[in-house]
């Protein structure tokens, strides 16, 4: 009985927290650096509270993958290079959050993927990572991407994707692989990004954050 309404209750801080429009990033453990690209976020809430207009708080707060406060956060942004990894209470705190309504936006810094696939079936371990097409809603929000996911930053010649999870028909997940988002929302002098492909990354995270909150 006090599990059940531990979830009532958890429930309950996400379902008011909902209508609000703040993000988060996720702090996780593996020694990865999960406090990569420090300028990103901030420039994207700014490109977002301009054009598509959110009311986003500038500064993200930092929340644990194993916290409960992470509930206050409707949306919740993970990056990194290396590795990570999530202890059974940060997959339960997670995949909680997850089906209760959350979303979790994993943008892969390059050298992420293969940690957060294995931690990943530990959240999903009957679902798998799903390559979303070029009509996805996502790809067409207030800009419009028809070949899907843009490639931002150049590692290894591989080609973008976009790669989800879903749930009872809602996309819970979305993982960014081979594109570096962050790169691209990072201020112009850390990677000498040319503006156009600023600009498409900035576009990009702008779709991603309006399809969360309109969904």
Same mark, same amino acid.
């Given at each position: ?121 530990? @959240?999903?371990?009957?679902? $798998?990572?799903? #390559?979303?097409?070029? !009509?996805? *809603?996502?790809?067409?929000? &207030? ?37 570096? @988002?962050?790169?691209?929302? $990072?201020?112009? #002098?850390?990677?000498? !990004?040319? *503006?156009?492909?600023?600009? &498409? ?15």
């Amino acid at each position: 009985m006090d599990k059940i309404v531990f979830l009532l209750q958890l429930f309950l801080i996400f379902s008011l927290s909902a209508y609000t429009q703040e993000i988060a990033v996720l702090k996780y453990k593996g020694g990865g650096d999960w406090y990569a690209n420090p300028t990103a976020l901030p420039n994207l809430i700014n490109f977002c509270n301009t054009n598509i207009k959110t009311t986003i708080t500038e500064k993200p707060e930092i929340v644990d993958a194993g916290s409960t406060t992470i509930f206050q956060y409707p949306f919740i942004h993970m990056t990194g290079h290396g590795n990570v990894h999530f202890s059974n209470e940060d997959v339960n705190n997670l995949k909680m959050y997850l089906l209760a309504g959350g979303f979790l936006h994993i943008d892969d810094n390059y050298g992420m993927e293969p940690y957060i696939r294995k931690e990943l079936k530990k @959240l999903f371990p009957n679902k $798998e990572l799903e #390559e979303l097409g070029a !009509n996805h *809603p996502i790809f067409n929000q &207030k800009y419009k991407f028809t070949n899907g996911l843009p490639k931002i930053h150049e590692h290894d010649g591989k080609r973008p994707q976009a790669l989800g999870i879903t749930h009872n028909n809602r996309l819970l997940l979305l993982f960014t692989f081979e594109s570096d @988002l962050g790169d691209g929302w $990072e201020d112009s #002098e850390v990677h000498n !990004n040319p *503006p156009e492909i600023r600009n &498409k990354a900035l576009q990009m995270g702008a779709n991603i954050i309006q399809y969360v909150f309109n969904n």
